[in-house]
Nanobody
Framework: QVRLVESGGGSVQAGGSLTLSCVVSGMRFTGGKWGWYRQAPGNERELVAMITPGGVANYADSVKDRFFISRDKFTNTVSLQMTELRSEDTSVYYC????????????????WGQGTQVTVSS
């Protein structure tokens, strides 16, 4: 059974920092991208940051140079360090674990965590 267990959400004042973590277990293939999306009320779920097993990361323009993603292959954990938080970062943050792609097609299912709330007050 695949599990994505998120932790680290909460409330913080603007300008503050939070770190989210997600422990992934049970995936058959762990060579795909892992990372984070977010969804605010009334909005679509959007990419925040994703990282390959080799450490290549991509970020949404809105979080570049403020958020930093990392991945630990020994603990199967993907983390998101969020700094200089703004009120517009308020959202539910979802961990995502993708299976590897072959010719653009997934080898197996992709998975989502249950979400963790991040609230930034101004």
């Amino acid at each position: 059974q695949v599990r994505l267990v998120e932790s680290g959400g909460g409330s913080v004042q603007a300008g503050g920092s939070l770190t989210l973590s997600c422990v992934v277990s049970g995936m058959r293939f762990t060579g795909g991208k892992w990372g984070w999306y977010r969804q605010a009320p009334g909005n679509e779920r959007e990419l925040v940051a994703m990282i390959t097993p080799g450490g290549v990361a991509n970020y949404a323009d809105s979080v570049k140079d403020r958020f930093f993603i990392s991945r630990d292959k020994f603990t199967n954990t993907v983390s998101l360090q969020m700094t200089e938080l703004r009120s517009e970062d308020t959202s539910v943050y979802y961990c995502r674990a993708e299976s590897p792609r072959y010719d653009g097609l997934p080898l197996a299912d992709d998975f989502w965590g249950q979400g963790t709330q991040v609230t930034v007050s101004s």
